[in-house]
């Protein structure tokens, strides 16, 4: 998954890392160069004062020690010199038994010298002519102090890089936390909405979020507003046909049909099989499937009246009972989640001799619905074909058929899945395993 | 029994008035909302039965009224709203049962018996049992140690609401309030006729007359 956080953090990272290190080569190189240059210009003066010392002597060109600067005298005292004439040559006391590898060229050697001890020489060669013959002077400088001065200046350079770089990143994470807080107050709401704990997103967006917590909360109003009225207009249409039904049936049991027997049984039989097929597709039809994300459907508010209402429509004496986690939210739509439950306690009513149980539990991520009764049960080798066809086992007890057709349609849609099973009442169990996620 | 009906589909009133006339039922009949919300509520019915979908004032707002103005009446919702949380919400609404359309004449007739046995504090056994005697709706006869006896059709609505009230006393109005619906012309000799009829048939003693209160059924106090 891309975070915004972390591809902005990369990003600062590789910006302030390149800018960083040219900002200290380039520094550090444009310093080096200066100094080279004021040394360059020591080191020339350095000759002229070795050409004042060599003077003529009587035995020819001497070398007056006197003219020297001591630190020549001084053994590995980081200053240097040779001088060549055509028949004789000095260096340094100061050299002892070194010999670099003097510059071959005049002025400021390029390359940095290998002297005694380790040290890294700057080197420097005049060329003189007096009296009619050359004299060459080379000098050199210990360079390592300024090279290890410049790798300090480096190295702390590199921290303060490091430091600063830290700093930022940490200034950045608590900006962008603050900036990208109402995303994540959006983030946690839409969860929210998914878990069934709220029906709409928070108004108090900033400008750039409003427009996007506008649209969802209009989608979902519309789609909730889309879902009642077609439910509504639903409703009308059932009442429409299942009205004229009504009639029709009356109608049917008249005295004057009663003379004809087997058009009366035919008569009922067709107007049996609309009705069936009106209430299967009408209630097919209500289904939300899902399509509201923050439907749920609240155990402790819903299933007392459930149960309330399936003790009014049976015979009394019937127990019924329930049991569910506290607080049990199920993330599916009220009225089809009324329906199957409806449906399923009201065959189990029908064929219970004394008690009938649901039951509601946690299983990993999803919930497990057991629907006990202490009936008379389905012999095993029926099940399948219960719940394949949701046929009608024995048409004088209704409701193994069409209840069970809905609970199929319902169970479809939400991808669920159910089998039945022996009970430990002694009847039916229904046992329905919902997965989590829609 | 006196039954209020409200329905606003006319062929179905029309075919529910004639079979619950046929079973020996009072019926008034309503198709509006305002009406029966009205009428229901100032009228000694023994049931009601209310569609939903109603013109004028919708049935359940009809229904929350009645029991917040403390009607106690048995409620029987007929309508095609059908789904569970339409029913759970007729109950909350205050009703006593719930039958949905499209219906089998005898479901309703079975509903509307072990609704008015229920209301009268009986037992919902398959024949209404009260004073030494056993009545079948369906076949509108009694039977008495064993015998089954004929009755006609206005014995067995004055039998039937003796029964369903045993052991009190009921004035001559109460019983001409709910033994004819509101357009019959009301005899009050009509009633002295069948309870002698009645007496002729079952014995002298099964229902007590207090002169100037009215009649008792049942014999105990």
């Known amino acids: 998954m891309k975070s915004i956080q972390r591809s902005l953090s990369l990003a600062l990272i590789a910006t302030l890392l390149l800018v960083a290190l040219v900002l200290v080569q380039t520094s550090l190189w444009l310093f080096e160069s200066g100094l080279r240059r004021s040394l360059e210009t020591d080191l020339r003066e350095e000759t002229e004062g070795l050409l004042i010392a060599l003077v003529k002597g009587p035995n020819g060109d001497q070398l007056d020690v006197q003219r020297l600067n001591p630190r020549y005298q001084r053994p590995f005292s980081g200053h240097y010199f040779k001088i060549e004439l055509p028949e004789r040559t000095w260096r340094s006391r100061s050299l002892w038994d070194a010999s670099p590898e003097w510059p071959e060229r005049a002025g400021l050697a390029d390359e940095l010298l290998d002297g005694p001890q380790e040290q890294r020489l700057l080197g420097y060669r005049a060329e003189y002519r007096r009296d009619g013959q050359p004299i060459i002077i080379s000098v050199a400088q210990d360079y390592t102090p300024v090279l290890e001065s410049f790798a300090r200046v480096r190295l702390s350079g590199l921290g303060l890089v490091g430091f600063a770089l830290l700093a930022l990143l940490l200034l950045q994470r608590y900006a962008m936390g603050l900036a990208l807080r109402p995303l994540e107050r959006a983030r946690q709401q839409i969860a929210q909405l998914q878990q069934g704990q709220r029906q709409q997103l928070d108004q108090q967006a900033p400008v750039e979020l409003q427009p996007l917590v506008e649209q969802i909360n209009h989608l979902l109003s519309h789609t909730e507003d889309t879902l009642q009225r077609s439910r509504h207009a639903l409703g009308n249409l059932g009442h429409a046909l299942k009205t004229p039904l009504a009639v029709l049936g009356s109608l049917v049991q008249r005295e004057e049909l009663a003379a004809h027997p087997e058009l009366q049984a035919s008569l009922q039989e067709q107007l049996e099989q609309i009705q069936q097929r009106v209430s299967r597709e009408l209630g097919r039809a209500r289904l939300s499937v899902d399509v509201l994300p923050g439907a749920h459907f609240d155990c402790d508010a819903e299933l007392p009246a459930l149960f309330d209402t399936l003790a009014m429509i049976h015979r009394s004496g019937l127990d019924l009972r329930w049991q569910a986690p506290a607080g049990c939210r199920l993330p599916r739509d009220r009225e089809d989640m009324l329906e199957l439950l409806g449906n399923l306690l009201d065959n189990a009513c029908k064929w219970a001799r004394s008690r009938v149980e649901l039951s509601i539990e946690r299983s990993g991520d999803g919930f497990v619905l057991l629907v006990d009764d202490d009936g008379p049960g389905i012999p095993a080798a029926q099940r399948e074909q219960v719940i394949n066809r949701g046929v009608r086992l024995d048409e004088s007890a209704e409701g193994h058929g069409l209840g069970l057709g809905i609970v199929s349609d319902i169970l479809t849609a939400w991808r669920g899945e159910w089998s039945l099973e022996e009970s430990p009442l002694g009847g039916l169990r229904v046992r329905i395993a919902l997965p989590a996620t829609r | ?221």
């Open chain 2, 1 to 221: 029994m006196r039954l209020l009906l409200v329905e606003d589909n006319v062929p179905l009133a029309d075919e529910l008035v004639a079979s619950l006339s046929r079973n020996g039922y009072a019926i008034d009949w309503l198709a509006d909302g305002r009406d029966a919300g009205y009428q229901g509520a100032s009228e000694p019915y023994d049931l009601i039965i209310l569609d939903l979908g109603l013109p004028g004032k919708p049935g359940l707002e009809v229904l929350r009224d009645w029991r917040a103005g403390g009607l106690t009446t048995p409620v029987l919702i007929l309508t095609a709203r059908g789904s569970w949380a339409e029913r759970i919400d007729g109950l909350k609404a205050g009703a006593d049962d719930y039958l949905t359309k499209p219906f089998h004449p005898e479901e309703l007739l079975l509903r509307i018996q072990a609704l008015l046995r229920r209301a009268h504090g009986l037992a919902n056994q398959p024949m209404l049992q009260a004073g030494g005697l056993e009545l079948d709706e369906a076949r509108q006869c009694c039977r008495k140690d064993g015998q089954d006896i004929e009755l006609t059709a206005g014995e067995f609505r004055l039998l039937r609401y003796f029964m369903l009230h045993p052991g009190q006393l009921l004035s001559k109005t109460q019983l001409t309030e709910h033994l004819y619906d509101g357009e019959t012309e009301r005899d009050s000799n009509v009633i002295e006729v069948h309870i002698n009829r009645l007496r002729g048939k079952l014995g002298r003693e099964l229902i007590e007359t207090r002169r100037g209160q009215g009649y008792r059924f049942g014999g105990q106090p």
